[in-house]
């Protein structure tokens, strides 16, 4: 069994349909508490829309592939929950999250960074873990979850563009030499995805060398961090 930190692991083995739903309310409450601008409250306030689109596949009750009700998409949505969770008590955070509090209101950073670089914390680290969450809740491997990692990869993508729709500015105020031009034209959805299903198949193959999956899921969050450093680089 891979074994990870304990503050990178959410608490609970399951993540039920009704738990689900709790969490959208959750996730409700923090965007009416968190003043406009917060940095996470923006993204939370893209991620609240995706997690909706979710809840209305769940409620139709249709299965998919031989899915239960502890689908990937909540395995990752988990990850996200604990991640504020455990930022609101001052816990201690994984490295790819860190980042965005510190700098939740700086003034120099756009909307579209706070998005995209939790975006990036919840697809390069998140996602993979989630993967083997999935994985060993059910015991099967990587390979069967194929067809729900691109459903998830779908929703993902409509995160993006809904981020991307709502939160860059319009061509009047976004130009070439703007440094936020760069920022958001160089990174790849698609890449940090496959960058996730890597790291989920060498974490699952490290299962049994505990220490040495640690190391990797570290490596793995600490270059999370680093981009998501790089995506709130004020730009103002």
């Known amino acids: 069994m891979v074994q990870i930190e ?59 592939d031989g899915e239960t009700a502890d689908t990937l998409e909540e395995r990752l949505m988990e990850r996200y929950l604990w991640a504020v969770d455990t930022a609101e008590a001052g816990g201690r955070l994984p490295e790819c999250w860190r980042p965005l509090l510190p700098r939740r209101r700086h003034p120099g950073v756009r909307p579209v960074q706070f998005a995209l670089g939790g975006l990036h914390a919840h697809v390069a680290h998140d996602l ?48 070439i030499a703007d440094p936020l031009t760069h920022l958001v034209s160089s990174w790849s959805l698609e890449r940090a995805r496959e960058a996730a299903w890597s790291a989920a198949r060498v974490l699952w193959q490290l299962r049994g060398l505990p220490s ?17 450093r790089l995506w709130l680089t004020p730009c103002r």
């Open 6 to 64: 304990q503050s990178a692991e959410p608490a609970g083995p399951g993540i039920p349909v009704a738990q689900t739903l709790a969490g959208i309310e959750r996730m409700r409450a923090w965007g009416g508490r968190w003043p406009g601008g917060d940095g996470v409250g923006v993204f939370n306030e893209a991620y609240l829309a995706v997690a909706q689109t979710v809840r209305g596949q769940a409620g139709r009750g249709v299965p998919r």
């Open 128 to 175: 993979a873990l989630a993967v083997v969450d999935a994985c060993r809740t059910r015991d099967c491997a990587p390979a069967e979850l194929e067809g729900e990692f691109e459903r998830v990869g779908d929703l993902l993508a409509l995160l993006e563009e809904r981020i991307r729709d709502d939160l860059t500015p319009g061509p009047d105020l976004l130009r």
């Open 212 to 228: 040495l999956a640690e190391e990797f899921r570290q490596r793995t969050d600490a270059g999370a961090g680093l981009v998501v």
